[in-house]
């Protein structure tokens, strides 16, 4: 699991995907500004849904661009401590098969 800080500022729309040597700060940046354009919506608005879908909560969260479109990758984990991924168009907030989004 990522640190809590680290966490945050991914919830914030940090850009996974990019080199390991990339800068969190310049991701986030580019992340803001994606959603500043209106090319993704808020993570706080697809969250809830997902939650609720699963009966499970938020345990970690990437942005990354996959196939042409941005998609949040959202691990999820169950009350029995299952662990997945849901993977959601960042865009549209329509959840992907599994094959997309990185969802089990």
Same mark, same amino acid.
């Given at each position: 699991m990522r640190p809590p800080l680290l966490l945050l500022s991914m919830l914030?729309?940090?850009?996974? !995907?990019?080199?390991?040597a990339a800068d969190p700060e310049y991701d986030h940046? $580019?992340?803001?500004?994606?959603? *500043? $354009? !209106? *090319?993704? $919506?808020?993570l706080h608005a697809l969250l809830a849904p997902v939650e609720q879908r699963? !009966?499970?909560?938020?345990l970690e969260v990437e942005l990354r661009q996959e196939r042409g479109r941005l998609v949040y990758e959202i691990k999820l984990i169950t009350p029995d401590g299952r662990i997945f991924e849901v993977g959601v168009?960042?865009?549209t907030g329509v959840m992907l098969p599994s094959d997309l989004g990185g969802g089990h």
């Open positions: 914030l729309g940090a850009v996974a !995907g990019l080199p390991a940046n $580019r992340a803001q500004r994606a959603l *500043e $354009r !209106g *090319e993704i $919506r808020p699963f !009966g499970a909560r938020l168009d960042a865009a």
